[in-house]
């Protein structure tokens, strides 16, 4: 079988951080020649694909974004580098508008100078807020409620923005909740301390925590837990190349999608698929619910699917949670040999 055509490379910038060196794997996988830009303030040298050509630096940093554009061809960015923590947007709310906007301006600016046409950026739910109605359409009123959410918000708006001023086209996915690893084990999500629920379940069910801490009991849901849509970082990463290929193939379009399974599960519902993964109880402590956590926020997916012909093939939660364990135990042993 000939390997397709790839008229340029990819640069995918925190391509050394958990969705980023998903992305990584990917395009490679598909055939694309890739080139990987992270500050590994957060990311993992070692996460990053040997295939890829790797350069340590920051976004904002206009000479070097400059230069590789030059040295490898770029023709579309794939931008996955900045902060992600919503509590912490709320506590240093100026560091998510450095590192998620002011920083994703100055990669724009690079970008458009040096003629590059096409990028996708990795958006969020957290743009929606507390949405009006479940399942959440992309038209739905974008009103968040955090740093993080506003942080990736306006940068959105900047993308419209010189899309229409400029030869330039983009994708923003919107992300749910991402969860899982690379099926063949070759990267998940590795950073210490990380606050995503099935990554802490995960943890505590091979005793690497003591117990999970579940916030709020009485939510307007089946079991009184939040509920969210959980997607897995593999089939995430396919939705990227599609929307690769749907920018190119049409360069006067572009996109704002959700990326989501379009159902969802409560807490409760991942700590028993992990207790049935593992055969061990995880320990579960109630508290108190966190300020502007929504009952559920669920993803209309009906748009990604139509625009791109998105077939997810992880959909599962049992599969997510076999994965995501699969990794942490391939975490615990790259570890104990460092």
Same mark, same amino acid.
């Given at each position: 079988?000939?390997?397709p055509?790839r ?7 925190g ?11 990917a ?9 990987v830009?992270d500050? #590994? &303030?957060? =990311? ?5 694909a ?5 350069y ?7 000479a ?29 709310? #100026?560091k998510y508008?450095?590192?998620?906007? +002011? ?9 458009v ?6 990028f996708i950026?990795s958006?969020t ?10 399942? &959440? ?12 959410g506003?942080?990736?918000?306006? %940068? ?8 229409a ?36 379940a &995960?943890e505590?069910?091979? =005793?690497?925590?003591?117990? &999970? ?11 009184g %837990? ?13 939705a990227?190349l ?6 190119? +193939?049409?360069p006067?379009?572009?996109h704002q ?8 599960f409560?807490?409760l519902d991942v700590l ?14 109630? =508290? ?13 997916n ?5 625009? #791109?012909?998105?077939?997810p ?6 599969t997510?949670?076999?994965?995501a364990?699969?990794w942490?135990?391939a975490?615990?042993?790259r570890q104990?040999?460092?």
């Amino acid at each position: 079988m000939t390997a397709p055509h790839r008229p340029f490379t990819i640069l995918v910038t925190g391509g050394a951080g958990y969705i980023g060196s998903h992305a990584v794997l990917a395009l490679l996988d598909a055939g694309w020649r890739v080139a990987v830009l992270d500050n #590994l &303030v957060t =990311g993992f040298r070692w996460a990053v694909a040997e295939d890829a050509v790797f350069y340590e630096g920051d976004i904002a940093d206009a000479a070097l974004v400059a230069r590789i554009v030059a040295e490898q061809n770029i023709g579309a960015i794939m931008h996955f580098a900045g902060s992600v923590v919503v509590p912490e947007s709320v506590a240093n709310p #100026l560091k998510y508008y450095d590192n998620n906007s +002011a920083r994703s301006r100055a990669l724009i600016d690079t970008a458009v100078h040096a003629g590059v046409r096409h990028f996708i950026f990795s958006s969020t739910a957290a743009t929606y807020g507390i949405p009006d109605a479940i399942p &959440v359409r992309e038209d739905a009123p974008q009103r968040p409620i955090n740093p993080y959410g506003m942080s990736k918000l306006m %940068t959105e708006a900047m993308l419209a923005d010189v899309a229409a001023a400029h030869d330039f086209n983009y994708a923003a996915l919107r992300y749910f909740n991402v969860a899982g690893a690379d099926p063949a084990a070759r990267s998940g999500q590795s950073t210490a301390g990380a606050t995503h629920l099935i990554k802490v379940a &995960v943890e505590a069910a091979l =005793g690497r925590r003591s117990h &999970v801490d579940i916030f709020g009991s009485d939510f307007d849901t089946a079991d009184g %837990t939040g509920v969210r849509d959980y997607i897995h970082v593999s089939d995430l990463a396919a939705a990227h190349l599609l929307a690769l290929d749907a920018l190119i +193939a049409d360069p006067a379009a572009s996109h704002q999608l959700n990326a989501g399974y379009g159902r969802g599960f409560s807490v409760l519902d991942v700590l028993d698929a992990v207790d049935r993964a593992t055969n061990v109880r995880i320990e579960r402590r109630m =508290g108190e619910r966190r300020a502007g956590d929504p009952d559920a926020l669920i993803a209309d997916n009906g748009a990604i699917r139509a625009a #791109l012909g998105w077939q997810p093939r992880y959909n599962d939660l049992d599969t997510i949670v076999a994965h995501a364990l699969a990794w942490e135990r391939a975490l615990a042993e790259r570890q104990l040999t460092a």
